[in-house]
């Protein structure tokens, strides 16, 4: 299993807000297709993350969905930092503008390699972890505590 760490409020919005594309500026995962530990960076993006209508759609519905309150969301995104907060399928990589990606989803640059992400399971049990830049191995202990909880679902 591989492992990719995320800033917040992002990593949130993969595991439970719909976003299925990651943005990033190279092609990190290669031929690399399956599973991926979604990792809560302990650095948070503070600038524009929750100017964007994307989070903020994410977070009604899911409030919607759910019944959370708005300051359980947004403190959860504060203190799941450090954390395995699920997995997603990696089924695609490709440059943003060579397709209709950017149509097809919210989340998705024009100007960025798109991982595109699909079929998140959330973590009952949140596993503290230390992140890494790129798409890398998670150990083989670490993987199999996340496998155990998601075998279930």
Known sequence: MRILTVRQPWAWAIVHGGKDVENRVRNIAGRYRGAVAIHADHVRDFDWSYRGPAISDAMRERRVRTGERWMDLEQSMTTQQGLILGVVD???????????????????????WHLVLDNPMPLVDLIPHRGASGLRRLDAQTTARV???ISGL
């Open 147 to 149: 496998v155990d909880q």
């Open 90 to 112: 990696l089924v695609d990589v490709h440059l943003g503008g060579s397709d209709a990606c950017e149509e097809s989803s919210p989340w998705a640059d024009a100007r960025a």
